[in-house]
């Protein structure tokens, strides 16, 4: 009997701060209408809630969510996609969408417009190195330009990192890995 009562004041101390949270959300946003239908129990349910995992099964949580791997662009985050070439000095000019001036031989590539963002602008991928992996070999390079026909996972690549990776430059394209270095 003790122990339902402590859940009920559990819920109940949950309750209060979902309700003082639904008032705050409302100050700031004008309206609960974005994140609650108006029920109590959605009030309660806005904060995801998880069992303390100490195998009783008593119904005591956790506040909060887990991190989830999706919410960060951690280190070993791996990308795929289509490897192609091009010529900065020709194709786009010699100052790459991050800003440093790059040649025909420079170890760097152009990131694909989902990934970099605003093409308008510079990207927090700018001057990262990426180690790059494909069909003949890997090298590491810098991110110093934008590829805006390029989807996400996809790189464009100077002819030195190209012919370390994929190899022939006939080839024209080919698949890739990618990830931080």
Not at 114 to 142: D, V
Request: charged share 25%; proline share 5%.
């Amino acid at each position: 009997m003790a122990q339902r009562h402590i859940n009920l004041y559990n819920f109940m101390d949950d309750l209060i701060i979902a309700i003082l949270a639904r008032e705050e959300i409302k100050k700031i946003f004008g309206s609960e209408r974005k994140f609650f239908t108006g029920s109590t129990h959605d009030a309660y349910n806005f904060f995801p809630r998880y069992d303390d995992d100490d195998g009783d099964n008593d119904g005591d949580y956790d506040c909060g969510r887990p991190i989830q791997s999706s919410d960060l662009e951690k280190r070993g985050s791996k990308y795929t996609g289509t490897g192609t070439w091009f010529l900065p000095a020709t194709e786009g000019g010699s100052t790459g969408a991050c800003g440093p001036k790059e040649g025909n031989n420079s170890p760097i590539v152009a990131l694909n417009a989902p990934q970099y963002g605003n093409l308008n602008g510079k990207s927090s991928w700018c001057g990262k190195k990426i180690r790059i992996t494909g069909p003949h070999g890997s090298a590491t390079a810098t991110v110093n330009d934008a590829c805006p026909e390029c989807k996400h996972g996809d790189l464009d690549l100077t002819p030195v990192i190209f012919k370390k990776v994929i190899g022939d430059m006939d080839l024209g394209v080919g698949k890739i890995s990618w990830q931080l270095a």
